[in-house]
Structure formats: structure tokens, C-alpha cells
């Protein structure tokens, strides 16, 4: 509850979004037609502030304090999700942070490259990323925008090699192997050259990892068994 309130709070003093909260009508009848009250006030966003604001958390990313980093990356897997804002906020934050020229998006995937975090206790910063990765890559894939965004060789060359590495560790990690299996199924559908640019390795550890998440974790298992059927879509 006190989470709700924090991220109600951090909404409407950043954004003026006031979430709508749900009433239960007083009634002791359970077939009652009434209906749950809602507060629409909802006050539109001016033009920059959602960019300032992810501008501003992509500051902190890679601050010399844990919490901080922590607080910066929780505000923008916030900012991403329809979950805890407005649908049109999150897309627009999804743009914002594939454009080029905000560079917000090369900061979360560094964050990704860094093997330093791969072997480090600190599993919570690499999920964050990962999510929001995932919730961006999803979000502009389900709008059939993501195609435009992804046409740099840099998501081919850096960012797959970098995911495969990621569900290399499904065994200690499947939670963020799981994620990273996603954002990869999420390139094959959206990129043909992401298709054709795996190989045997990438199936082998796809293989692996469905095998991982059969023993010990089932969304890891179905993940990677939509990767791979998208996967062979390169061959067809």
C-alpha cells in the first residue's frame, strides 16, 4: 500500500497524473448494479517534462550510490509500465528513450554490457534494466512502431550478444535470463536481420535455458521457447 502511494505521490508531483482510485460501493446486496467510483482528473503533461524527467533519472544511472541508481531506474521502469501510469505516457516514454538523440536508451543498455554486474551480487539493478528494456522493446512492438528504432547495427552487434550472455546465466539467474529471452523474441519478431544474424550458439543456449525454466522456472521456459520459434522464422 505504501508503495501505491509513493509512486500516486511521484506521479502527480512530476507528471500532474492523478490515478484513478477505485470505490467499492457500500452494499449488502452482491448483485448490486452500482458501479465503482472513479477520479478521472487527469491533467495532460506540459511539452518536456516527461523527457526532462528521464533526462534527469538517466543522470543517476550511473551514480557512485546504489540507492541512487536504484531510485532512478525504479522511476523510469515506472515512467515505461501502462501498469503504474497513463498508456499514453508510457509510449511516449518508450520513444523518448529509443531516440537517438536523448541517448537515455544507451545508458540503460550499458548497464547490460557491464560484466562487472553479470557476476556481481547485485541481480536487482540488472532485472531493472532489463525490464524496462523489455517493457520498451513490447510496448513499441504491440504499436507497430519498435521496426524504425531498431535499424541501427548496434542492437545486432552489442545489445544481442549482450542478452545472449545475460541468459547464459539462467541457471543462477532465471528471473533476468527470463527477460532477457523476451527482449531478444522481441528483436526476431520486429528485425529480419536479427534473424539471420543468430546462429547455432544462440539456439544451443536458447535450448539450454528452455530446459532451465522446464526444471525451475516455467516463464523462462516459455519465453525461450518464443524465441525460438521466432528465431526459426529466418529460415523460412
Same mark, same amino acid.
Given at each position: 500500500i505504501f508503495q501505491e502511494e509513493y509512486r500516486a505521490i511521484m506521479?502527480?508531483?512530476?507528471?500532474g497524473e492523478i490515478a484513478p482510485r477505485e470505490v467499492v460501493p457500500f452494499s449488502k446486496s452482491s448483485t448490486s448494479d452500482s458501479k465503482?467510483?472513479?477520479?478521472?482528473?487527469?491533467?495532460?503533461?506540459?511539452?518536456?517534462?516527461?523527457?526532462?524527467?528521464?533526462?534527469?533519472a538517466k543522470k543517476h544511472l550511473h551514480s557512485d550510490f546504489h540507492d541512487v541508481r536504484v531510485l532512478a531506474l525504479e522511476d523510469v521502469a515506472s515512467t515505461t509500465s501502462h501498469v503504474h501510469t497513463y498508456d499514453d505516457t508510457a509510449l511516449?516514454?518508450?520513444?523518448?528513450?529509443?531516440?537517438?538523440?536523448?541517448?537515455?536508451?544507451?545508458?540503460?543498455?550499458?548497464? +547490460?554490457?557491464?560484466?562487472?554486474? +553479470?557476476?556481481?551480487?547485485?541481480?536487482?539493478?540488472?532485472?531493472?534494466?532489463?525490464? +524496462?528494456?523489455?517493457?520498451?522493446?513490447?510496448?513499441?512492438?504491440?504499436?507497430? +512502431?519498435?521496426?524504425?528504432?531498431?535499424q541501427d547495427k548496434w542492437y545486432t552487434k552489442s545489445v544481442m550478444p549482450s542478452l545472449i550472455n545475460e541468459i547464459k546465466t539462467a541457471e543462477k539467474n532465471p528471473c533476468n535470463a527470463s527477460l532477457a529471452v523476451k527482449c531478444l523474441s522481441v528483436l526476431f519478431s520486429n528485425s529480419a536481420e536479427a534473424r539471420s544474424q543468430t546462429d547455432e550458439d544462440a539456439l544451443i543456449v536458447l535450448e539450454a535455458a528452455k530446459r532451465i525454466g522446464h526444471s525451475s522456472y516455467a516463464n523462462l521456459e516459455m519465453e525461450a521457447q518464443d524465441a525460438i520459434e521466432k528465431m526459426a522464422q529466418a529460415e523460412v
Amino acid at each position: 500500500i505504501f508503495q501505491e502511494e509513493y509512486r500516486a505521490i511521484m506521479n502527480a508531483a512530476k507528471f500532474g497524473e492523478i490515478a484513478p482510485r477505485e470505490v467499492v460501493p457500500f452494499s449488502k446486496s452482491s448483485t448490486s448494479d452500482s458501479k465503482p467510483c472513479k477520479n478521472n482528473d487527469y491533467i495532460p503533461l506540459q511539452d518536456g517534462v516527461l523527457e526532462q524527467s528521464l533526462v534527469s533519472a538517466k543522470k543517476h544511472l550511473h551514480s557512485d550510490f546504489h540507492d541512487v541508481r536504484v531510485l532512478a531506474l525504479e522511476d523510469v521502469a515506472s515512467t515505461t509500465s501502462h501498469v503504474h501510469t497513463y498508456d499514453d505516457t508510457a509510449l511516449n516514454a518508450c520513444k523518448i528513450i529509443m531516440e537517438q538523440k536523448s541517448n537515455i536508451g544507451d545508458s540503460m543498455a550499458s548497464i +547490460i554490457f557491464d560484466k562487472e554486474f +553479470i557476476h556481481s551480487d547485485d541481480k536487482y539493478i540488472r532485472s531493472l534494466a532489463l525490464t +524496462i528494456l523489455s517493457t520498451v522493446l513490447s510496448t513499441l512492438s504491440e504499436e507497430n +512502431i519498435l521496426t524504425p528504432f531498431i535499424q541501427d547495427k548496434w542492437y545486432t552487434k552489442s545489445v544481442m550478444p549482450s542478452l545472449i550472455n545475460e541468459i547464459k546465466t539462467a541457471e543462477k539467474n532465471p528471473c533476468n535470463a527470463s527477460l532477457a529471452v523476451k527482449c531478444l523474441s522481441v528483436l526476431f519478431s520486429n528485425s529480419a536481420e536479427a534473424r539471420s544474424q543468430t546462429d547455432e550458439d544462440a539456439l544451443i543456449v536458447l535450448e539450454a535455458a528452455k530446459r532451465i525454466g522446464h526444471s525451475s522456472y516455467a516463464n523462462l521456459e516459455m519465453e525461450a521457447q518464443d524465441a525460438i520459434e521466432k528465431m526459426a522464422q529466418a529460415e523460412v
